[in-house]
């Protein structure tokens, strides 16, 4: 059954053939979604018949956000933590190591409900699309078991046995490695889509992540890095050089790793719940953009470092301390997520695109960082469905 989606007072088709910038901005507009997909695109006062009407009533519609990156799979709290940090001590990697231990004690079925949990939140905040990491079991059971229970829920999963050295190889990290690139790897490739690597002091350094993406891309995943959160280090240039779809974090860039960033397919993905949660220095969008390398937003969502599955929050923030406009930043948080998913059916709203729809109770996507911190959701559509 066709649906017509009428009297939208703003319309992101993030299509320049559509509308006017690189949104491909309409007002008085409507959307016609049939089959799952988007069937037609225009004025609100040409649009023709459909079987049913949701009436906009002059409000925002939006792609679904793309959130291109999180860490979903997990159990335990870490609160403690968190509140250590703001009372002064600094971040580490090494918190990872207290997910790991309280996901491995969990039962599927609590992983399962627990993913559940946050990706039926993220929905309801205009998430249509999610990446999910494993990387909190660190052993070939519990890394292979992650990968599964997330396969459930999204097709966007990504091997991360490479998070940190398991706990059992502190004093054979070497070791450790042999086993991600190999017997880890066997039982992870047939639920992944991507291989990831916690590139950074404390984690993997330059030679060991080359030969965890290369074990992976030979086994058909695609390579995608944590690069340069923490400190500057080899990962944006191990990320462009292998083809990864992105080098996520950015946060410490020399203007080497930025104009390599700028002349490849690599999408940086920023992550500033990670910054606000850890009092780090946010990274420079503003810098990423003018060269024209391509930016994604995303959330980062995880139970340590950036424990928010918000989006709008991000857009927010992402105006606010990284330099970017409204327009950049909804602009990243749905086309520049599905570059960096190598998606072609999401973040647009044209003919042809899959009918993931945001629906902000405010005239404009502007809302998203004037208004931060409101629920402005009004309506979610994933695949032709009304969701929220």
Request: glycine residues 10%; aromatic residues 6%.
């Amino acid at each position: 059954m066709s649906t017509l989606i009428t009297d939208i007072g703003s319309l992101v088709t993030n299509d320049p053939a559509h509308g006017s910038g690189p949104l491909g901005l309409l007002t008085d507009a409507a959307v016609i979604v049939d089959g799952g997909v988007i069937a037609w695109v225009g004025r609100a006062v040409d649009a023709p018949a459909a079987d049913d009407r949701h009436d906009a009533a002059g409000r925002a519609l939006l792609p679904g956000f793309v959130d291109s990156h999180s860490h979903l799979v997990f159990a335990g709290d870490r609160t403690a933590e968190f509140n250590a940090r703001m009372s002064g001590q600094a971040y580490t990697a090494g918190g990872i190591r207290t997910t790991v231990a309280a996901t491995r004690a969990a039962t599927d079925e609590q992983l399962d409900a627990n993913l559940a949990r946050f990706v039926g939140e993220a929905l309801r905040q205009g998430t249509t699309t999610i990446e999910c990491k494993s990387g909190y079991g660190l052993t070939v059971e519990d890394e292979a078991r992650a990968l599964r229970i997330a396969a459930a829920h999204t097709p966007e999963t990504t091997y991360l046995g490479a998070h940190v050295v398991a706990p059992e190889y502190a004093d054979d990290p070497a070791g450790y490695v042999a086993l991600v690139t190999g017997e880890m790897l066997d039982a992870c490739a047939p639920h992944a889509r991507w291989v990831d690597v916690f590139c950074e002091n404390g984690a993997f350094d330059g030679d060991q992540a080359r030969a965890i993406l290369t074990a992976g891309v030979k086994r058909g995943l695609t390579p995608r890095v944590h690069a340069n959160q923490l400190s500057y280090g080899p990962g944006v240039q191990l990320a462009v050089e292998l083809g990864a779809a992105s080098a996520d974090h950015c946060t410490h860039l020399t203007d080497e790793d930025v104009a390599a960033l700028a002349g490849s397919e690599t999408v940086a993905t920023l992550l500033p719940g990670a910054e606000f949660s850890t009092r780090a220095p946010y990274p420079d969008a503003r810098r990423l953009i003018d060269v024209g390398a391509t930016v994604a937003l995303s959330t980062d969502c995880n139970p340590g470092s950036s424990f928010t599955s918000s989006m709008a929050f991000c857009v927010a923030v992402a105006v606010r301390e990284m330099g970017m406009t409204p327009d950049e930043a909804v602009h990243a948080a749905t086309a520049g997520g599905a570059r960096a998913l190598r998606r072609t059916d999401v973040g647009w709203i044209a003919p042809g695109a899959r009918a993931d729809l945001l629906l902000l109770d405010a005239p404009s996507h502007v809302h998203l960082a004037y208004r931060p911190g409101v629920p402005l959701t009004a309506a979610v559509w994933r695949a032709g469905v009304r969701e929220v």
